[in-house]
């Protein structure tokens, strides 16, 4: 089994910054890439960002030069840094991975529990 377990999530104000962690555990090969997804109210789940394991990202649009994924390899953990939120960020975060598991072919994707962020003043 492969768990996520997400932390992070919070009210801020406009302008300020919240920081993301998803810790993976349990029985699995490896990691092809850890990411965000967050869903806001009323509308359908949408990508933030990724990295993948040799250390390659991408953003959504709305987020570059204010959102930063990191990962800590050894400890199978990815980060969000969100800096400059604004209301729109608020909704709820989801930590997704795609990793593979022992005596499978391709990949399987995992997802976290979600965390809130709401961005109000």
């Known amino acids: 089994q492969v768990h996520l377990v997400e932390s992070g999530g919070g009210l801020v104000q406009p302008g300020g910054s919240l920081r993301l962690s998803c810790a993976a555990s349990?029985?699995?090969?490896?990691?092809?890439?850890m990411g965000w997804y967050r869903q806001a109210p009323g509308k359908q789940r949408e990508f933030i960002a990724r990295?993948?394991?040799?250390?390659?990202?991408n953003y959504a649009d709305s987020v570059k030069g204010r959102f930063t994924v990191s990962r800590d390899n050894a400890k199978n953990t990815v980060y969000l840094q969100m800096d400059s939120l604004k209301p729109e960020d608020t909704g709820v975060y989801y930590c997704?991975?795609?990793?593979?598991?022992?005596?499978?072919?391709?990949?399987?994707?995992?997802w976290g529990q979600g965390t809130q962020v709401t961005v109000s003043s």
């Open positions: 997704n991975v795609q990793l593979r598991l022992y005596g499978t072919v391709g990949i399987s994707i995992y």
């Open positions: 990295i993948t394991t040799g250390g390659s990202t």
């Open positions: 349990g029985s699995f090969a490896s990691i092809v890439s």
